[in-house]
């Protein structure tokens, strides 16, 4: 039985609210269930050193978590000096994930960097950063086309990420805190619209998984993964 | 003229949403207009080294500020590898006005650490975060005392600050960003319930400040804290 | 056609020396093709703080590139005063592999570190340095056991991981140097030696790749790893 | 009773001692009583990168503590890795005070960097720090206009600071290390020479102090820093 | 009695293999005994900012030990985000010694880096570096000659280093581990071809060491070093 | 001909002045010409980690240059985040130079640390420092014998360096800066009252030296020595 009697294929409520904060050019607040991530997209019309006069675009990502977004205080990166190494890795695949859903050429000589930092934490915030994160990047995109800055709109599709997993033997979606602890094996999974992958991430915490259990994890992945998507379509339609 | 038609003596809308977050001991969003601060208190049953077994608490502050929170991006601490001077110096203002609030005896071997995180910035983020923290203080401590894990009291009051300053040759209280980059001279007071007075810290960024301006600046402080002390007071009160 | 017409899903020559240096309690070099990779086992009769007292023991790894193991010198990590998010990233990958293959409760309250310096890289360094990995635990883990020091051997058995990927629209097994950076797909797969996965990686470098895709690349990934158990296993027969 | 019997409004016997050193442009050890602070100016042909190209010039100030300084040894802050909040904090204050002297488009595209290291300390490092700092920015400037590299001077006035306090319930001037760590009230006045105030910081270290006694501290303060002119005054005509 | 019944003057097997890895313009391991260097010469056509613009070349060198090519595991220095000072002090030697073998300004602005890391330790680590580096230039400078892109050749000779030391009374030659953690005396001598000296690092571990003595070890230290001298020679004639 | 028409086995004018701060146990500035040192001995009821109840002492140094000790600015360590290899190379020669004064294990489990900062800079900074260190060192633990806190006296005797170099062809004493930085050889040395060696370091900046070059050094090195010892014997003779 799952927290609240949630069925195994059945994500917790996803809410995306867009314009959360004032200064960014996408701004959007994304909550799986008690999962709560803010995703500030900011444009500059640069790119990193080694881009230079490439004629193409770039796409970044930086993660936090407030000291007090978990149950216990962890302690704050900034004062320990440096960003731990679960921090990289997911500011990494968040970076990876948006920069699939773009024709980085299409933006032209332009940088936008998405900070993602946690408020409230729960389970899988890296799968909702980047579910969020794909609407900050949207809005943020728009305002050039809206300006007439881009000719040609850049955007190849949504990308949205979920996590799956097997706890006490039975592959569930979308695990939150209580069963992630727990699971045997835990995936994250990032598809683009189309249903293909764009990151496929599985782990075996205990036990090692079967062909027959990454298949499984696979199907409840892309289930949850459509639910999302038409949440972002959502937001994205209501203006 | 203030932006907004904003009289020379007051405050922007002022407000304390407490319970903001769900693992914090006590956890405050706290709003001065634009400005919003997200303040986490976290109680832990040790001191740090240097109090050891000296039979009293400590608490203490840290601060930061979201990359995204101001109107154009700035670099991530914890990437960048170490904290500023300006966040240093805000943390350890926040911490020292924080502990002239406790009875530090009477809390015993604890320490609140309150984590000020600045959600968006439109000036006045270290005034509104000292405002904001006394409240999830304030909440901590309940829980000890609703426990019995704390048999005593310790709250001597509460504290609030308030940014006054000379714009334009006047002197404005609370000021918003865009009064703060233009101010010739801007004053911080940290008070008291009984109003006394914590920390006064008036910087002339143009011109110095005349004696008869200083009083007129914390004239208009004390008005401003006033109208804090009774948000905190009507968010306290309504459980 | 792949360098040297290698067949798409053959491995390149592998071979694993052990007693490669003469302090280690475990000390492996590997060789996947021009990839090598120095693995030192490194025992320590005591737990990180973390796990004191629980009555199990750990294993962990650190990674590191000599600065022109690469085509282009890359800069010394120790110099620039911290190891990149890749580095991080890939000694965590090395570390859960290895504790996947542990009875950590059988070992008792003992570390083992494996250092994985990378000497000459020519793709698939991670893999390689997991494969080797491997090895130098077992004979770490030997010393152990000859001596007496442990009653049951805490080995559940091998572990090894291979690179494999789409090049050109083409699944290919263990890609050399020149394939990786033309990869579309990029896949790691840790499995253990009963055919179970410890890790699948797989990230769309260009194109996301299909549930098809996925199928074909874990079955080449299979046969590539079965190639490396026959090494692992002809290495430890060899004393 | 202050230590040596010294009246309440009265500072230490305060020295200015030019051409301290012989690399700096502007030299100057300052004794406050026991606490000597060594100030190095030096000039440069630039500005920093946030002012390139402005046609206005940089004041900066940095502050250390020589490690056996104090009566305990401080960790030296190079060994340590990083400079403490408190460094930092008073080397900002030290550097805005001194720009609140200078017409900065006057002195053209030129930074001023003063080094205020503490030789030995016993309260008030940063109020003597200021004040020593003073001159040596003039003596600095001063070369620039004899050599004809300035014509107009660039130097709107002196400026100078002093920390007066509340010690057992009584205001005094210029605090010593025994009455500093004792002080209820602790408060740093730095004025122009005109008598109006660059920056006031006062800080209730125990109990909160009253509107009556910050009055009475600002008179204690002005008292001071007319005494200190006077020394800047005569050091700067012995020539 | 020595190790291995080694007569006082003898050097352990000296061995240098060129070529060692494939990628670096130079590519040394070296061997002295069970201390095993491999010394990677990297070419580029750049100089650093200090010399840029002055029609000479600059040669530099890296240090660092593998964790494990000491009996007991060493800190990695990149996880420790440092070099440590014995690291740097041996760099800065290796540095010092090749640049006198070699006319800065017949190399152009061209910058040698040599990274010397240590495979496996047992006594001499630095000396070996140095003799093993020489040829890790010579072989880059090589590739320029051939190349026609230097016309005059800018090396004036061979370096070489060896260490010497009293044990037990007694002055002996290129000690290894067990030998130099008992010497009262230790010294690092480092020769050009023509039997000058660029280095003399001689150290007091117990007691001072007297003229006398200095004159024996420098003697055994010509002999050691003659005998580098003939291996580099031969294996730069095996090609 | 040298500076001021110097005899070229003469030592610049030489003082120490003890008690020359009033917290550290041992204070003494050093000059040499205009090279000035503060050299600050702290002592301590404990030993570092590595020595914990082995019951012995330890003697270590710490090393600084104030920024504008020099002609041209240097970066301040603290602000750049480390020491550089030069600082940490002469801190750990005066530390190695101070252990071979001393019996260790009659200091018993106490730390002298001593702080050599340099105010100003004129040449041979670190034999200034080794110079002055000695007498500090002396200080400190005559305190400890005067309370009777030490029963047996430690110290073996006195402690001194000079630097020697060949410039211009001519070997000369007690370099100062301009001679230092033309010299084509430089040698510090370090010796014991009893007239060995306990330090020898000689640097081929340029040309190589030769064995009667070196000779020749270590002549003028002992004549100047001895003049050190004189200045440090009258100085403590003067109570």
Redesign the interface.
Known sequence: MRPNDRPLQATRPIKISRHY????EG?VLVEFG?T?V?C?A?L?NSVPRFLKGQGQGWITA?Y?M??????V?MQ??????????????I??LIG?SLR?MIDLTALGERTI?V?C?V???DGGTRTAAISGACVAVIDAINTLLANGDLKTNPIKGLVAAISVGIVDGTAVCDLEYVEDSAAETD?NVV??E?G?????????EG?????QE?LQL?ELAQGGIEQIFAVQRAALNDD
Chains 1, 2, 3, 4, 5, 6 share one sequence.
Request: charged letters at 35%; aromatic letters at 2%.
């Open positions: 904060t004032k200064h960014a701004s008690d709560k803010l500030n900011t500059e930086e936090g407030l000291p007090r977004s978990t149950n205080r704050r990166e900034a004062a320990r000096g440096k960003q731990g190494g679960r921090t990289l890795e500011q990494r990876r699939a960097t900070d930092d408020i409230q934490a995936m598809m683009a189309d293909r992958m764009i990151e496929v991430q599985g782990t075996a036990e090692p998984f079967s062909h990454l696979l």
